[in-house]
């Protein structure tokens, strides 16, 4: 692959520290206090919970996973896994959570394995008990096959059908008695200012074997919560009747929401369509009615990364990272990557769409979050829970989990949410999300600033808050700009290691734009190198002991702070820019399992060591 033709902004950097040495004018946890900034403060959460209400959960053998255990795990105490039945715990707590299990079957799996009648005595409840037996891992593997096949329109092997399932394990008010009590124990944990406690769920649609699944949320607490059920992939499959489900229900209730897509890597080219499920091409209201409930899309987690691919970003060096093909069918496909899955390919086609609809149904900023199936926010790679019950041990992940026909090691260690909120409480949290002032880790807590403007210089980059200065001159990540007369944008960013982590490699400004012909184009600018590089291909080097799986600071940076103008603006062409901030090598937790196993780590299948990165939510440029 031909690396060459990155481009680079080597004549439009205006720096200070990024390209000196670190005991120069670098970053350090005490310059420039970018969390503690006065108008928002930095909050780092997880929105992808699932705990053994959900079905998949419980059938991945993990009946112990309850939205308490995984709420006092995001606040920092110590639990009982549920996988491994040992203490376990963050090395730091989160600041928010959203419990999201799948509203499909929502609690009706544990209550029939419970025994209760208004489940097990109906006729989809025994026979999904007589697949499940005495309730062994295969048994429980095999009733979560055949709800999956079913799901997904495959033939059944049971003869259970869609209709029989529903009526039997979800209809009518079935889901209702888990609903309330998973709303008490999160309305218990949600504690202003401290730690906060989401109500939500999933919507997990999978049409024609595509993951379209959504976390949804609310900032409302259960008096509002309890005036509705979740709305699921069983009631409708489509997203159009979702977002026509949370029109209705705002109406009645005055609940707010937010629906988050998650894995596009495995939507089967339909995350970002050209075509409704209907088959006809998107109109005007689809792309209204997506804009008003999507504001952010999960770019990054568990089940791979979703940014770009790199057969989709050839001259994009950095393209390749936890890359993760299998759909969530037992047959074990692996599709080849399409413009409709990833989200810059699908940030580039809403420039398009907005052109023609006057909207753009993908305006989306970008967090990261779990998607974890054990109720455990562990995504340190050196603290890594697993996906779920059958990857959560080393000497497991050489196995297939059952999520298609993925081995355990084929799952990432990823990722959190950052917001940029004026407190830490449910509205104020909702609100970032709402204004896209958020961004997405693949697990290390990098903070992260990204301004764009017209009036940026050098001189802001000496500014002892950048923040102040962004918010002043220019609108934060997740805004817009509108064409000034003879003026390029420019862009203030900042960037500050994990203090607990590994120092950052480069800083970089990813910009997509819509040529006059209507198609899409892209580059990858590096804007800040460490270690007094001026070459992007020179790489930072590695200081992984792949032997002991430690690692030294002795290369990159601890931060950056730069002004970067950007070199091939045209005035009159739609664009956006988002920030991408990498660290230097350091040991994927593959490496640490291959240590600890005495293996090669060549036996895992993936590489011994990663950049671990954070993705800024973009700024939108317009005519």
Known sequence: MNWSHLQRASTTMLLVAALLPMEGHAASPGDRPLATERRTNLYWG?????????????????????????????????????????????????????????????GSIVRLFDGD????????????????????????QAVYDEIVRIGSGLQSSSGLSAQELIAGMHAGDKRRPTWEASIDTVESHNTPGEFTAFIGWEWSAQPQVGNLHRVVFTPHGGNVARQFLPYSSLESGDPRDLWAWLEETSARTGAEFIAIPHNGNISMGQMFPLLDQSGDPLDAAYARARAKWERVI????????????????????????ETFPFVLTPDGRTPAPTEGDYVRAGLKRGLAWEETLGTNPFKLGVIGSTDSHTGMSAVEEDNFAGKGQHDSRPELRSHFTGIGGSRGWDMGAAGYAGVWA??????????????????????????????????????????PDPAA???????????????????????????????????????????????????????VYDVALSGGRTDGAQRVG??????????????????FTAVWTDPDFDPTQRAFY??????????????????????????????????????????WYSP
């Open 46 to 106: 997880d929105t992808h919970l699932h705990t053994s209400n959900s079905f998949d959960v419980y059938l991945f053998n993990t009946p112990t996973s309850t939205p308490d255990t995984a709420l006092r795990f995001a606040r920092g105490l110590p639990v009982i896994s549920p996988t491994t039945n040992v203490r376990w715990h963050l090395n730091a707590p989160l600041d928010f959570a959203v419990v999201a299990d799948h509203a499909e079957l929502f």
């Open 117 to 140: 009648p208004d489940i097990a005595e109906t006729s989809a409840g025994k026979i999904l008990a007589s697949m499940g037996g005495q309730q062994s891992e295969s048994e429980l």
């Open 298 to 321: 999960e770019i990054t987690q568990i089940k791979g990364d979703s940014e770009t691919h790199p057969l989709l970003s050839p001259t994009d060096e950095f393209a390749d990272f």
């Open 422 to 463: 004026t407190e830490n409480t449910r509205q104020a949290i909702f609100d970032a999300f709402q204004r896209r002032e958020v961004y997405a880790t693949t697990g290390p807590r990098i903070t992260l600033r990204f301004f764009g403007g017209f009036h940026f210089d050098a001189a802001d980059t000496e500014a």
């Open 469 to 523: 200065v962004g918010y002043t001159k220019g609108v934060p990540m997740g805004g817009d700009l509108k064409g000034q007369h003879g003026r390029t944008p420019t862009f203030l960013l900042a960037a500050m290691k994990d203090p607990d982590g590994a120092n950052l490699d480069r800083a970089q400004i990813v910009k997509g734009w819509l040529r006059d012909d209507g198609s899409t184009a892209e580059v």
């Open 542 to 559: 590695n200081t992984v002991n792949q032997e002991t799986g430690e690692y030294t600071n002795t290369i990159g940076t601890t931060g």
């Open 578 to 619: 988002y920030a991408r901030v990498l660290e230097i090598p350091t040991p994927r937790y593959s490496l640490l399992d291959a240590i600890a196993l005495g293996i090669d780590p060549k036996d895992t299948g993936h590489p011994a060591t990663i950049q671990e990165r954070v993705y800024s939510s973009p700024i």
